[in-house]
């Protein structure tokens, strides 16, 4: 009996002395390495714009969904507009009459206005399902409604809601009609807008670490020719071909861009010492009415599209109004502008709930810088020409549609 007492005894010791041992690990993992304290915790992710790809305080900064106004944009008292420079993103389309009309998308900071707004299209109706936003607007234009409804995008008319509208004295009808935010977020509140939090897919925005990363993917795609360039073998052809289509990828000097058509006439001309391309208009400054500042963007992006005037279902007769037809999903040419310079490639997209993807010679998504952006929804056969003129040294680079 003695003996078992004494084996228990020893048992017991050393569950004691494993139980100590284990306290004085845990204890230790609790100190950080220089010990005393309790370990840091995980740095948050940060919470990014991704429209802007600009990082925000919070997850309130953003508001469940953007929102997409309807603003005119003719020389005959729709300019200067009021709280443009708020948006994240301006879309510039065609619409009857080679006039233009914006579709600027409110997300990271919302006006306390919105003006002039003007009567909405139906392609508008396929731009607000990629940002997952609400559409604000003043009138209808052909089969808009109906595409608004086809494409379940929540919607504020004014000619559904006049009472929710004002006519501002300093502008003339029908460039006249405003509509202040608080009005737009109760009626979006009555109707379900901001009760879940959309998801908005990002486009690719430019690191840190961009430049040494370009650098070094020329250096790699110059390093495959030099090693597979003489070869016949059937995967170093097409290992060349890639590394070729890197290098032909690479973007080229452009400090100024031209739209040239009937209603619309603009430059966006790099600004090095800002770092932004500025907006001009028939050679003024395109500024905003509340504030008198010039638009700037960080990014220019040209989406080359086929428009044609509507024709009647029944009778084939073009409409007398001249109104559009704009196909944003075939896919077309594109060109992105950013830091002074200009890459090329095509647009694409998949369906109605999907972003359009924009991707260079080498079939990589365009990177942009982060910030705002200007998109110029350009038919194919519009007047659009970029050059450089960084210095009086540097021969201009030249692309003209006519």
């Known amino acids: 009996m003695k003996g078992n007492k004494n084996r228990n005894l020893k048992y017991i010791f050393a569950a004691a002395f494993i139980m100590i041992l284990a306290m004085g690990t845990i204890a230790l993992t609790g100190c950080g390495e220089s010990g005393g304290g309790s ?12 429209i802007t790809g600009i990082e925000v305080a919070s997850e309130d900064a ?24 708020q948006a994240d993103i301006i879309y510039e389309f065609p619409v009857e009459g080679e006039l233009t009309r914006l579709q600027a998308i409110y997300y990271g900071d919302i006006p306390d206005k ?42 504020l008319n004014g000619m ?61 795609a110059q390093a495959v020719i030099d090693e597979k360039g003489g070869s016949t073998e059937e995967e170093d052809v097409a290992a060349v071909k890639d590394a070729q289509a890197v290098l032909d990828a690479v ?32 050679g003024e400054p395109y500024v905003d009415k509340e504030t008198g500042e010039q638009l700037e963007f960080d990014n220019i992006l040209v989406q080359k599209v086929h428009s044609n005037i509507m024709t009647d279902d029944a009778t084939g007769a073009t409409d007398p109004k001249g109104r559009l ?21 095509t647009w694409s997209r998949d369906g109605v709930d999907s972003r359009t993807v924009f991707k260079d010679k080498a079939g990589r998504d365009f990177a942009f810088t982060p910030g705002k952006t200007w998109v110029y929804i350009l038919d194919q056969d519009k007047d659009f020409s970029y050059e450089n003129n960084a210095s009086d040294d540097t021969e201009d680079t030249e692309d003209t549609e006519e």
Not at 39 to 50: D, W, Y
Not at 70 to 77: F, K
Not at 258 to 277: F, I, M, Q, R
Not at 326 to 344: K, N, R, S
């Open 114 to 155: 919105f003006g002039p707004n003007r009567s909405i299209r139906y392609y508008f109706a396929d731009l607000a399902t990629e940002y997952k936003a609400a559409s604000v607007g003043y009138g209808w234009g052909k089969h808009a409604r109906d595409q608004m409804k086809s494409n379940n995008v929540h919607y």
């Open 251 to 282: 973007a080229e000097p452009a400090t100024d861009l031209h739209v040239k058509a009937l209603g619309c006439n603009s430059t966006c001309t790099w600004d090095p010492e800002k770092g932004k391309y500025l907006r001009y208009w028939y």
């Open 62 to 85: 953003l508001p469940a969904r953007p929102i997409q106004v309807s603003i005119p944009n003719d020389t005959y008292g729709a300019i200067p507009q009021s709280n443009i420079t």
């Open 39 to 50: 370990e840091q915790a995980a740095e948050p992710e940060p919470i990014i714009n991704p």
């Open 325 to 345: 037809t704009i196909d944003l999903y075939e896919g077309g040419d594109a060109l992105l502008f950013t830091q002074g310079e200009v890459i090329e490639g």
């Open 160 to 220: 559904d809601h006049p009472e929710l509208w004002y006519r501002v004295s300093d502008k003339s009808a029908p460039n006249n009609a405003y509509i202040d935010w608080s009005s737009v977020e109760q009626f979006g509140n009555e109707h379900d807008w901001f009760t879940e939090k959309q998801e908005i897919e990002p486009w690719t925005f430019r690191g840190d670490d961009y430049a040494a990363e370009q650098e070094q993917a020329l250096a790699d």
